[in-house]
Each structure stands twice: as structure tokens, then as C-alpha cells.
């Protein structure tokens, strides 16, 4: 059973930087998809970002492009969320999904596994 745990979350003025961590264990971590979603306080949950098995793809949300990046560390298990320029808006729990195939989706009912969730609050 796969098990994927996040970590990074946290307060931060806006504007400012935050690093999410994803980590996995109990499964092949090279041979998923993976992907980043959230929720918003009396939001439905929403993609944010995911990236290919080995890293070569990754696909944004148009409300994050160009401020959030993500990346992975086959070897340490790991998918990262880099998050610059942070907003109000982006305040959320985020959650980190993995997907028992090579390609991702911005379909959150097509990922197989999924973390408990970190805070991330942006204050204006």
C-alpha cells in the first residue's frame, strides 16, 4: 500500500515563498504519476499542478503558472511544490496524489492515493 505524506505547509505574507514536500513509501515511487491539489475554505478541491513519471511533463493550473513549480526526486521518493509569489488566494489545504500510470491527470478522481493534506495560509 502506497502511502505519501506532505510536509512544508505553513503561514506566509503574500508575496512570499514556500516549498512543499510529498513524500512516498510502499510502492514503485518511479513508476507513478504524481500531482498536487487543494482546497480552499468552502472551495471544492482543484488541481494545482503534476509531472510524469520521470519528470519530463509537468502541467500547471492557469491560476498557478508561472509562480509554482513542480519537480521530483526518484531517488529520494519525493515530489516537491515550489510555490513563489504566493496569494491570498492560494491559501488551502494541499494535498499530494499519486496515479498508477506514467501520465498525469488534472482529474483528481483518477489518482489512486493521496496524503492527509498541509495547511498552506497566506495572509494579505
Known amino acids: 500500500q502506497v502511502q505519501l505524506v506532505e510536509s512544508g505547509g505553513g503561514l506566509v505574507q503574500a508575496g512570499g515563498s514556500l516549498r512543499l514536500s510529498c513524500a512516498a513509501s510502499?510502492?514503485?515511487?518511479?513508476?507513478?504519476?504524481m500531482g498536487w491539489f487543494r482546497q480552499g475554505p468552502g472551495k471544492e478541491r482543484e488541481f494545482v499542478a503534476a509531472?510524469?513519471?520521470?519528470?519530463?511533463?509537468?502541467y500547471y493550473a492557469d491560476s498557478v503558472k508561472g509562480r509554482f513549480t513542480i519537480s521530483r526526486d526518484n531517488a529520494k521518493n519525493t515530489v516537491y511544490l515550489q510555490m513563489n509569489s504566493l496569494k491570498p488566494e492560494d491559501t488551502a489545504v494541499y494535498y499530494c496524489?499519486?496515479?498508477?500510470?506514467?501520465?498525469?491527470?488534472?482529474?483528481?478522481?483518477?489518482?489512486?492515493?493521496w496524503g492527509q493534506g498541509t495547511q498552506v495560509t497566506v495572509s494579505s
Open positions: 510502499g510502492g514503485t515511487f518511479s513508476s507513478y504519476a
Open positions: 496524489a499519486g496515479r498508477s500510470t506514467l501520465v498525469p491527470s488534472e482529474e483528481s478522481r483518477r489518482y489512486d492515493y
Open positions: 509531472i510524469s513519471w520521470g519528470g519530463g511533463r509537468t
